[in-house]
T-cell receptor, first 111, second 116 residues
Framework: SQQGEEDPQALSIQEGENATMNCSYK?????LQWYRQNSGRGLVHLIL?????REKHSGRLRVTLDTSKKSSSLLITASRAADTASYFC???????????FGKGTKLTVNP | GAVVSQHPSRVICKSGTSVKIECRSLDFQATTMFWYRQFPKQSLMLMAT?????????EQGVEKDKFLINHASLTLSTLTVTSAHPEDSSFYICSATGPSLTYEQYFGPGTRLTVT
């Protein structure tokens, strides 16, 4: 079964608003990654946070990781219509290169 | 850098035929490549992991005789769907990691397979 579970499954907001997506996982991890997928396209790597990190920023993206709760959040600030996509978290088992993806959050940013 | 391509982007084939999908790392050597399939509005499911020069490791429930994976060089892996059936219709995505790209996987644009 898949390890990551995103919440919410779908999110619709207005341009300029912030979007927050959450991800929970079940086992110990080495790192957690967030990816973005535009409809019918491949995935684009957004950000990686290691298990010993609590927060990481990249441009308008902010990722937090709480290993005690086995959860992570992705915040997109000042959203744009171009941010419309599906967002997936992915975790790896410690020492493994394999990624296990969550079900994703479909974000729609309305202009 | 770290570009992965897939070919073809779309393919339609008749039931019973075989289809080959190529995955190439364009500007780095991919020690490991992964093959995923994705059904509409669902997440990616890992099918197999392939390392250059060795046999692929398949995930539980994936038929190795149906989904043939070859990783003949550090820049090319192929997935062949043999004796395709309509239920094999899906979006197939490959990804790659290299010795200098620890943990991050770089994804190809995907291949939409439709079996009629």
């Amino acid at each position: 079964s898949q390890q990551g579970e995103e919440d919410p499954q779908a999110l619709s907001i207005q341009e300029g608003e912030n979007a927050t997506m959450n991800c929970s996982y079940k086992t110990s991890i080495n790192n957690l990654q967030w990816y973005r997928q535009n409809s019918g396209r491949g995935l684009v790597h957004l950000i990686l946070i290691r298990s010993n990190e609590r927060e990481k920023h990249s441009g308008r993206l902010r990722v937090t990781l709480d290993t005690s709760k086995k959860s992570s959040s992705l915040l997109i600030t000042a959203s744009r219509a171009a941010d419309t996509a599906s967002y997936f978290c992915a975790t790896d088992d410690w020492g493994s290169e394999k990624l296990v993806f969550g079900k994703g959050t479909k974000l729609t940013v309305n202009p | 850098g770290a570009v992965v391509s897939q070919h073809p982007s779309r393919v339609i084939c008749k039931s019973g035929t075989s289809v080959k999908i190529e995955c190439r790392s364009l500007d780095f050597q991919a020690t490991t490549m992964f093959w995923y399939r994705q059904f509409p509005k669902q997440s990616l499911m890992l099918m197999a992991t392939s390392n250059e020069g060795s046999k692929a490791t398949y995930e539980q429930g994936v038929e190795k005789d149906k989904f043939l994976i070859n990783h003949a060089s550090l820049t090319l892996s192929t997935l062949t769907v043999t004796s395709a059936h309509p239920e094999d219709s899906s979006f197939y995505i490959c990804s790659a990691t290299g010795p200098s790209l620890t943990y991050e996987q770089y994804f190809g644009p995907g291949t939409r397979l439709t079996v009629t």
